[in-house]
């Protein structure tokens, strides 16, 4: 059974930065996909950026291109999401997600099989 653990969310002023971790575990396989959703308050969720593993080849919804960097580190089973130059707009609870097994990239929530519990991002100006 793949578990997703998230941590690192906080409050953070404009401008700042945080970096979101997600602990997995249940599967040892690369061709897996993983991901960060995010979803605001009355909104949808949305995809915000995802990695394929076998090939480490990464994905952005454009909102967050050149602030947000995601990665993963192997030894650690652990995806993170370094964000920088946060915006009030990036305020939202921030999910794990993982499709198992994967054979490309994807940030469709449909395809997605496991979540986290999901962390909160607030940034206030």
């Known amino acids: 059974q793949v578990q997703l653990v998230e941590s690192g969310g906080d409050s953070v002023q404009v401008g700042g930065s945080l970096r979101l971790s997600c602990l997995a575990s249940?599967?040892?396989?690369?061709?897996?996909?993983m991901a960060w959703f995010r979803q605001a308050p009355g909104k949808k969720r949305e995809g915000v950026a995802a990695l394929y593993i076998a090939d480490g080849s990464t994905h952005y919804a454009d909102s967050v291109k050149g602030r947000f960097t995601i990665s993963r580190d192997n030894a650690k089973n652990t995806l993170y999401l370094q964000m920088n130059g946060l915006k009030p707009e990036d305020t939202a609870m921030y999910y794990c997600?993982?499709?198992?097994?994967?054979?490309?990239?994807?940030?469709?929530?449909?395809?997605?099989?496991?979540w986290g519990q999901g962390t909160q991002v607030t940034v206030s100006s």
């Open positions: 997600a993982a499709v198992v097994p994967a054979y490309g990239l994807s940030l469709a929530e449909r395809e997605f099989d496991y």
């Open positions: 249940g599967y040892t396989t690369t061709n897996a996909c």
